[in-house]
């Protein structure tokens, strides 16, 4: 599915240099025409898909990465994932796809959990 999955990139819109020189429109129609787009799965450091436990994938995925276990964030649409808690990782689950809103939740949630943690080490 990442494979086929196009990431529009946007394109650059011209700036002006001095105060001066004029402006310019775009249409935004035309500067999508030009922009490309990247292949969803190109744009990850770090992958880990296969079947298994998702524990032993974000433990691979720290390993490589050295990102702690308080900074990620993981999208699941299956409950029993949620054990990946127990490393330290926020999981929030989406139950009908992964809207806008769903990913603001999902951060919200991130944010709730890491301000208790940095309060509980002394840190605010």
Not at 94 to 109: L, P, Q
Not at 110 to 117: D, I, L, Q, S, Y
């Amino acid at each position: 599915m990442l494979k086929l999955l196009k990431v529009p990139r946007h394109a650059s819109l011209p700036s002006s240099t001095s105060a001066s020189a004029s402006t310019s429109v775009v249409d935004p129609s035309a500067a999508a025409k030009t922009a490309s787009s990247d292949r969803a799965l190109d744009l990850f450091d770090y992958l880990e898909i296969y079947p298994g436990s998702k524990t032993t994938h974000f433990e691979r995925i720290h390993e490589k990465s050295r990102v702690e276990y308080e900074e990620m964030l993981f999208f699941d649409d299956e409950s029993r994932n949620r054990n990946v808690e127990v490393l330290g990782v926020v999981m929030w689950l989406v139950r009908d796809g992964v809207s806008r809103e769903e990913i603001d939740r999902g951060v919200e949630s991130w944010r709730r959990m890491n301000k208790k943690v940095r309060n509980s080490n002394g840190v605010v």
